[in-house]
């Protein structure tokens, strides 16, 4: 099976600072790859699809890049409300599986 | 408006059986995968599985099979996650989730269920 590793596993940044997540899978992928915001405590929400297309409502400072075994996620301005744990899931076949979370603070 | 609806919290005893369920709306349940993630207490996602409801077809990951069924009554627009012998390690939160491309096995997850929190406890 696929895996997938995030870095850094936690991470802490200023309000308005860039910050970047990275997810590396064992295997190539294409673009099967999605991330997820999960702020505490909620239901974990889709924000970027394909790699690199951002999901319907969610702000432009999110935005994503990759292909094949190495991907990124940005936050371009960091803002209070962007406090949560990111996922990234590859989907190209089953089974499907997740980085194991980055956990975002200010 | 698409929405996943889970049944409530759970708490059960080890050994116990257990069925929860995920009622779909606002979109044509049997056309599109209904998958189910395992959420455990300050930990990671993890996928379990996904069902067809369309034929049932499903899906498991190696990690789950043999340990949950999965199933769906497409008449009533609900997939359900059940066990036969609970233990303290099942205690998670489980999300049911739909799959965003159309009957594509692989998928991301567009809309999530609300969670169903199981706690396991003698």
């Known amino acids: 099976d696929i895996q997938m590793t995030q870095s850094p596993s936690s991470l802490s940044a200023s309000v308005g600072g860039r910050v970047i997540i990275t997810c590396r899978a064992s295997?190539?992928?294409?673009?099967?790859l999605a991330w997820y915001q999960q702020k505490p405590g909620k239901v974990p929400k889709l924000l970027i699809y394909?790699?690199?297309t951002l999901q319907s409502g969610v702000p432009s400072r999110f935005s994503g890049s990759g292909s094949g075994t190495d991907f990124t996620l940005t936050i371009s301005s960091l803002q209070p409300e962007d406090v949560a744990t990111y996922f990234c899931q590859k989907y190209n076949s089953a089974p499907i599986t997740f980085g194991q979370g980055t956990r975002l603070e200010i | 408006e698409v929405q996943l609806v889970q049944s409530g919290a759970e708490v059960k005893k080890p050994g116990e059986s257990l069925k929860i369920s995920c009622k779909g709306s606002?979109?044509?349940?049997?056309?599109?995968?209904i998958g189910w993630v395992r959420q455990m207490p300050g930990k990671g996602l993890e996928w379990m599985g996904i069902i067809y409801p369309g034929d049932s077809d499903t899906r498991y990951s190696p990690s789950f099979q043999g340990q949950v069924t999965i199933s769906a009554d497409k008449s009533i627009n609900t997939a359900y996650l059940q066990w036969s012998s609970l233990k303290a390690s099942d205690t998670a939160m489980y999300y049911c989730?739909?799959?965003?491309?159309?009957?594509?096995?692989?998928?991301?997850?567009?809309?999530w269920g609300q969670g169903t929190l199981v706690t396991v406890s003698s």
């Open positions: 394909a790699a690199s």
């Open positions: 606002g979109y044509s349940f049997s056309t599109y995968w």
């Open positions: 295997q190539g992928i294409s673009n099967y």
């Open positions: 989730v739909r799959h965003a491309i159309m009957g594509a096995t692989g998928s991301y997850f567009d809309y």
